[in-house]
């Protein structure tokens, strides 16, 4: 079975200061692991995937095996970045499961 | 265009009524899934098919179907709509590889 764990349902942080998701999975293959954005009132959008090792919109994610976790990452938040963001993870059938998301909040 | 179309937007509907939630795309892509969306919950999926002819379970299933009219188009129904399948709705594609998935803008569904 698939899993993705996200331990954090909110996070709240000052614009300019660093900000870390966290995801952990679950699953017994080789994953495919994503984070998907979602704005207020808006659509999921593909933020980004391990296997490009894109920085998109100053996000990075590092895809750790040992641990397997795929934290994403920011070096300085803006408050354009609050939104939810959702870890998911893709095995060999191509079916994403997400994790519950966590809540990011900038504040001014 | 939006490249995956959901309709209605919005839908508020009585217990036990029959409703039907469309999905169309232009992206060309074989793959197709619904799932709701509840906060605290995430998204879970609900029906997916792979092609014409595939029609898959996901985990919450029940108390609804799907139909894959063509390629294009994947309709999701609630037989006898009940109030906790109150949710937002998104339809979703994917192409055979790993590109990741391309969403609707979903569909709110009220049942009161």
């Known amino acids: 079975a698939q899993r993705v764990t996200q331990p954090e349902k909110l996070l709240s942080v000052f614009k300019g200061a660093p900000v870390e998701l966290k995801c952990n999975y679950s699953?017994?293959?080789?994953?495919?692991l994503f984070w998907y954005v979602q704005y207020s009132r808006q659509r999921l959008q593909l933020l980004l995937r391990?296997?490009s090792r894109e920085s998109i919109k100053g996000f990075t994610a590092d895809l750790n095996k040992g641990e397997t976790s795929f934290h994403l990452k920011k070096p300085f938040a803006q408050e354009e970045d609050s939104a939810m963001y959702y870890c998911?993870?893709?095995?060999?059938?191509?079916?994403?499961?997400f994790g519950k998301g966590t809540l990011l909040t900038v504040n001014p | 265009d939006a490249d995956v179309t959901q309709t209605p937007r919005n839908r508020i509907t009585k217990t036990g009524k029959r409703i039907m939630l469309e999905c169309s795309q232009t992206?060309?892509?074989?793959?197709m899934y619904w799932y709701r969306q509840d906060p605290g919950l995430g998204l879970r999926l609900i029906y997916y098919?792979?092609?014409?002819?595939?029609?898959n379970k996901g985990e919450i299933s029940d108390g609804y179907s799907v139909s894959r009219q063509a390629q294009a188009k994947f309709s999701l129904s609630l037989e006898s709509a009940i109030p906790n399948q109150t949710a937002l709705y998104f339809c979703?594609?994917?192409?055979?590889?790993?590109?990741?998935?391309?969403f609707g803008s979903g569909t709110r569904l009220t049942v009161v």
């Open positions: 992206k060309g892509h074989d793959r």
């Open positions: 098919s792979f092609d014409v002819k595939d029609i």
């Open positions: 979703a594609t994917s192409d055979q590889g790993a590109e990741g998935y391309t």
């Open positions: 391990h296997i």
């Open positions: 998911a993870l893709t095995g060999s059938n191509y079916k994403l499961t």
């Open positions: 699953y017994s293959g080789s994953p495919e």
